[in-house]
């Protein structure tokens, strides 16, 4: 096999290992540990981090360490966090959130590093075009990674349903349940009845070994950079200074447009954080127990990520306008839905509705929010991507901030709000965009067919 696409698969299987324990274990913490939300508050914890982890320390860990043992670190950092869940406590869970965060932003962009490296090291070899390869490699990794969110639901779902605590929840206790939730853990037995400890330490064990396997691989199978490829990165890095690449992040905020797509991108992180903190706990495990969560998020990766691959090829057609309104209408009539229904445990197939239909708008917000920053900031592409990186995560901070706080059905008026707001702020971009530069419609669409077929942009 060809050394360079060897390297890639370890790395993508490394990533598949690593975010099959980690997606999870994300989708159980509201429920998994809903005592004093400290699940919850550990995730708003784990992305504040992330976002002060995105400005300071990706250059500095891979011009020190290189890209190989950058991504075997960043990786030990989620491996503590699944082990703060052995016990968990705001002694245990909030320091490991902390350093899963913080290592988050460099196992990203090591990865995108190394692929971005070995894509141009094998085009200089081949004499084939440095920017096809890198394609064809980022491809691959995303094809092996996006099955993640569905093989670590999986998990959590056949193993928790082994519990023989099965409890039938009482009419009076689904009152509770949905957008009025009552803010108590102790209302709902189904909701409050946690699985068995061994069952947790048997889930907990095998997300942590898959972790500890994803390190091995990356040690063991992983090539270093070679001397000459990894000082020409770091001379990348050195370019610009680390407070002036700082300071790009908030001067690219000069920009109308990157100002106008705060809200749009802080949608992103508010909506996904929904989801897997709010939708799972007061709708699925308070009506039909924690078991299902597992099988329900895996319904909203699977239809996320074909969605994210139909719309990355189709966007060259329909233009980006009308994924972003089939976006728009979709988590709207979800919203609006969500507040009138009650959930009951009869009603089985309501619970994975909801998810398939959030998964393909979640689809149009990643794919499209990802090739709209592309494409309007080409000559800044790293300060926006900063921005985007750094939106968004504060989008999930706030959404598993308030979590514990805030009914169910205030979370929704306000995705309400903040979806109309985005999208009177998109179409101000628009429009400022048709104004500046119009009869290049040939140019945009030749850009977005490049730039929105993959969900992660680095």
Same mark, same amino acid.
């Given at each position: 096999m060809e050394r360079n696409l060897k390297n890639v698969l370890v790395i993508s299987f490394g990533f598949l290992l690593l975010f099959t324990a980690y997606g999870g274990l994300q989708s159980l913490q509201s429920s998994l540990n809903s005592e004093e939300g400290l699940g919850v508050a550990s995730l708003s914890v784990l992305y504040a981090a992330l976002i002060l982890s995105s400005m300071f320390l990706p250059p500095i860990l891979i011009k020190k360490l290189g890209c190989k043992w950058t991504i075997a670190i960043s990786m030990c950092c989620y491996i503590a966090f699944s082990l703060g869940n052995f016990y968990a406590s705001w002694y245990t869970l909030i320091p490991t959130s902390v350093i899963l965060g913080l290592g988050g932003a460099p196992l990203w962009s090591a990865k995108c590093t190394y692929l971005t490296i070995a894509g141009t090291s094998y085009a200089e070899k081949a004499g084939k075009n440095a920017k096809d390869i890198i394609n064809q490699y980022f491809g691959v990794f995303f094809l092996v990674f996006q099955s993640s969110g569905i093989w670590g639901n999986l998990i959590s779902s056949l193993i928790l349903s082994q519990s023989s605590t099965k409890v039938d929840v009482s009419e009076e206790d689904l009152e509770c349940c949905g957008a009025y939730n009552c803010l108590t853990d102790t209302t709902n037995t189904t909701g409050s009845t946690k699985p068995s400890n061994s069952l947790i330490y048997t889930l907990l064990g095998v997300y942590t070994a898959s972790g500890v396997l994803a390190v091995s691989l990356v040690i063991i199978f992983l090539d270093q950079?070679?001397?000459?490829?990894?000082?020409?990165?770091?001379?990348?890095?050195?370019?610009?200074?680390?407070?002036?690449?700082?300071?790009?992040?908030?001067?690219?905020?000069?920009?109308?447009?990157?100002?106008?797509?705060?809200?749009?991108?802080?949608?992103?992180?508010?909506?996904?954080?929904?989801?897997?903190?709010?939708?799972?706990?007061?709708?699925?495990?308070?009506?039909?127990?924690?078991?299902?969560?597992?099988?329900?998020?895996?319904?909203?990766?699977?239809?996320?990520?074909?969605?994210?691959?139909?719309?990355?090829?189709?966007?060259?057609?329909?233009?980006?306008? *009308? !994924?972003?309104? $089939?976006?728009?209408?979709?988590?709207?009539?979800?919203?609006?839905?969500? /507040?009138?229904? %009650?959930?009951? @445990?009869?009603?089985?197939?309501?619970?994975?509705?909801?998810?398939?239909?959030?998964?393909?708008?979640?689809?149009?917000?990643?794919?499209?929010?990802?090739?709209?920053?592309?494409?309007?900031?080409?000559?800044?592409?790293?300060?926006?991507?900063?921005?985007?990186?750094?939106?968004?995560?504060?989008?999930?901070?706030?959404?598993?901030?308030?979590?514990?706080?805030?009914?169910?059905?205030?979370?929704?008026?306000? *995705? !309400?709000?903040? $979806?109309?707001?985005?999208?009177?702020?998109?179409?101000?971009?628009?429009? /400022?965009?048709? %104004?500046?530069? @119009?009869?290049?419609?040939?140019?945009?669409?030749?850009?977005?067919?490049?730039?929105?077929?993959?969900?992660?942009?680095?």
């Open positions: 950079i070679k001397s000459d490829q990894a000082e020409t990165e770091k001379e990348k890095l050195e370019t610009p200074s680390f407070w002036s690449t700082f300071l790009a992040t908030f001067r690219h905020l000069k920009d109308k447009r990157q100002c106008l797509l705060i809200p749009l991108t802080i949608y992103s992180g508010l909506e996904q954080g929904f989801l897997s903190g709010d939708y799972t706990k007061v709708y699925v495990t308070c009506a039909l127990g924690i078991q299902y969560v597992g099988y329900v998020m895996i319904c909203f990766a699977a239809v996320n990520s074909l969605c994210s691959l139909l719309f990355g090829k189709i966007s060259q057609f329909t233009g980006r306008k *009308l !994924l972003f309104a $089939l976006a728009t209408v979709t988590n709207t009539a979800c919203m609006i839905a969500l /507040l009138l229904w %009650k959930p009951h @445990p009869k009603q089985l197939a309501v619970f994975f509705v909801f998810p398939a239909l959030w998964g393909l708008a979640d689809a149009v917000w990643q794919t499209q929010t990802n090739g709209l920053y592309g494409i309007l900031f080409e000559k800044h592409r790293e300060a926006a991507f900063a921005n985007y990186r750094l939106w968004e995560s504060l989008g999930f901070v706030i959404a598993f901030g308030y979590s514990t706080v805030l009914q169910a059905y205030i979370k929704l008026y306000i *995705l !309400l709000s903040v $979806l109309v707001l985005s999208m009177v702020s998109y179409g101000a971009v628009e429009y /400022l965009e048709a %104004k500046s530069s @119009p009869g290049t419609p040939t140019a945009t669409k030749k850009k977005m067919e490049d730039l929105t077929p993959r969900k992660h942009i680095c």
